[in-house]
């Protein structure tokens, strides 16, 4: 029996990819593809899938993105395997992802046998963590992983008042870990903020 996978990114040029190389796997079927956490959702209430594979970023979905969106997949479709593929880059984060219970982390910037790897032994029952660092105590210059994804939503324009909602915290939450992140990173301002993170790999590179 073929390994059953969905394909979940918001750029179509790497769902496109992604599916080009796997189908080349005789032992894996793309039984879809979607374009937001709505779409996802839409797709595993629709069709049999055992793996799904998706992007850390993906907005306009009905559920989020980010930690917000996977959190919410492993509540809703609790025995489902997930591979998050990925340009996030972030420790704080990818040991967060982690510890709610994903199987695998892979880079889209490693070889694509490494994708591969990730599903047949997230398939065994195993993890598949790469590039995931030990996990360390917080020190003065690592955000943490709420406050990295306080700043990834603030790069991609939503405000302050909206990430709130989007997190189910307090604005003024929101903004003490802006305000810390931005401390952190040696920033003053939002607009040196989001020109730095606008940069390429300037969002890994920060942490």
């Known amino acids: 029996m073929k390994i059953r996978i969905i394909l979940a990114d918001s750029q179509p040029l790497a769902i496109a990819g992604a599916r080009h190389f796997l189908a080349s796997v005789n032992t894996i079927d793309i039984v879809g593809t979607a374009r937001n956490s709505g779409e996802v959702v839409e797709q595993l ?20 993105d980010g930690l917000a969106y996977f959190s919410f997949l492993k509540r809703r479709y609790p025995n489902l395997k997930i591979i998050v593929y990925t340009t996030v880059d972030v420790p704080s984060l990818l040991a967060e992802i982690a510890r709610i219970g994903i199987c695998s982390v892979v880079s889209k910037a490693s070889d694509m046998e490494q994708l591969i790897l990730a599903i047949n032994t997230v398939l065994a029952g195993n993890t598949h963590f790469p590039k995931l660092p030990a996990v360390r105590k917080p020190d003065s210059g690592r955000l943490s992983a709420k406050e990295a994804e306080v700043i990834r ?55």
Do not use: W
């Not at 209430?45 to 989020?64: F, K, W």
């Not at 604005?171 to 993170?197: C, E, R, V, W």
């Open 45 to 64: 209430d629709r069709v049999a899938c055992d793996i799904l594979i998706s992007e850390y970023s993906m907005p306009n979905g009905n559920y989020g």
């Open 153 to 207: 939503l603030f790069a991609s324009g939503l405000t302050i008042a909206e990430i709130s909602h989007r997190l189910s915290r307090s604005k003024k939450t929101i903004s003490s870990h802006k305000s810390n992140a931005k401390q952190k990173l040696g920033i003053g301002s939002d607009a040196g903020l989001f020109s730095s993170l606008c940069m390429p790999s300037a969002f890994s590179a920060a942490y």
